[in-house]
């Protein structure tokens, strides 16, 4: 079982990325899926979870600028990011919300002029 994030990489503040989230033994709208974050010295955070039936969810400081959305065909899920600041800079993950499998290597993005 693994769920692999991509799409990472460097951005200017007022950019976008998109990430994705791959899984692989493990069929993602079985559940809850989140996007997690961790930044330099800080404790990872859920930055946005979506149900098996679309509803979502989003943490203060990421909303009206994220939306996690999936596409069941290909059991995967996607993070779009716009307007990205600066404190949107570390290692992105996802997992089951809350985290129940292995966490893979995440991808970085880093926002910076």
């Known amino acids: 079982v693994q769920l692999q994030a991509s799409g990472g990489g460097l951005a200017q503040p007022g950019g976008s990325l998109r990430l994705s989230c791959a899984a692989s033994?493990?069929?993602?709208?079985?559940?809850?899926i989140g996007w997690f974050r961790q930044a330099p010295g800080k404790e990872r955070e859920l930055v946005a979870s979506?149900?098996?039936?679309?509803?979502?969810n989003y943490a203060d400081s990421v909303k009206g600028r994220f939306t996690i959305s999936r596409d069941n065909v290909k059991n995967t899920v996607y993070l779009q990011m716009n307007s990205l600041k600066p404190e949107d800079t570390g290692v992105y993950y996802c997992?089951?919300?809350?985290?129940?499998?292995?966490w893979s290597q995440g991808t970085l993005v880093t926002v910076s002029s």
């Open positions: 997992n089951t919300s809350p985290p129940e499998k292995p």
């Open positions: 033994g493990f069929t993602l709208d079985d559940g809850v």
């Open positions: 979506i149900t098996g039936r679309g509803s979502t």
